[in-house]
Each structure stands twice: as structure tokens, then as C-alpha cells.
């Protein structure tokens, strides 16, 4: 998958933006059971969101790289302890611009 551009990260941030989120990362943060929830919610919806609670010991970027580089999504945006993450899926529920 090409990496996003800045106009598919926007219109992603804009969609993203009314979501609740799917996961919660804590004290164990990215064990199996939470990498197979954030792959079972990208399945199910391509753009999930994700919040890093603070009892989290791992920084917000390398949760962001690992889960990048585990589930094959992207990051389409960081803001404080909270990640969007996108992976499309086979129907392409999300169309990018």
C-alpha cells in the first residue's frame, strides 16, 4: 500500500474525527490480544481509532510504527494520546480522494 497523501490523510482525519475509540491501549500495551483487537476493528471498518491510556509505558510514536508495520495499516493521524489508523479492506468500504 503507497503511502498516504495529504489529501486522503485529511479526508481520512475528517472522517475519523466523530469515531469513538475501538481500542484501548494500557499497562500491557501492544500485547497479542490488543494487536489482534485493532486487527479484528480495522476488518471490520477500515479507520478505527485508537486511545493510549496513560498508564501506557510504551511512547505514542513507537505504538504508532509498531502498529504500522504489524496490521500493514497507516497512521493517518497522531494528536496527543490518540492514533487513527487506516487499512482498507477488500469491499474498500472508504473511498480516498
Known amino acids: 500500500m503507497n503511502k498516504l497523501t495529504g489529501k486522503q490523510a485529511r479526508h481520512l482525519r475528517a472522517l475519523g474525527h466523530k469515531?469513538?475509540?475501538?481500542?484501548?491501549i494500557g499497562k500491557e500495551a501492544l500485547s497479542p490480544s490488543v494487536l489482534q483487537a485493532c486487527k479484528d476493528q480495522l476488518a471490520a471498518h477500515e479507520l478505527?481509532?485508537?486511545r493510549i491510556l496513560e498508564n501506557c509505558p510504551q511512547n505514542r510514536r513507537e505504538i504508532a510504527?509498531?502498529?504500522?508495520?504489524k496490521t500493514g495499516g497507516?497512521?493517518?493521524q497522531i494528536l496527543g494520546?490518540?492514533?487513527l489508523l487506516y487499512l482498507p479492506g477488500p469491499d474498500q468500504l472508504i473511498l480516498l480522494p
Request: charged residues 30%.
Open 19 to 24: 469515531l469513538k475509540p475501538a481500542v484501548m
Open 48 to 50: 478505527i481509532k485508537i
Open 65 to 69: 510504527a509498531e502498529l504500522e508495520r
Open 74 to 76: 497507516q497512521i493517518a
Open 81 to 83: 494520546r490518540t492514533l
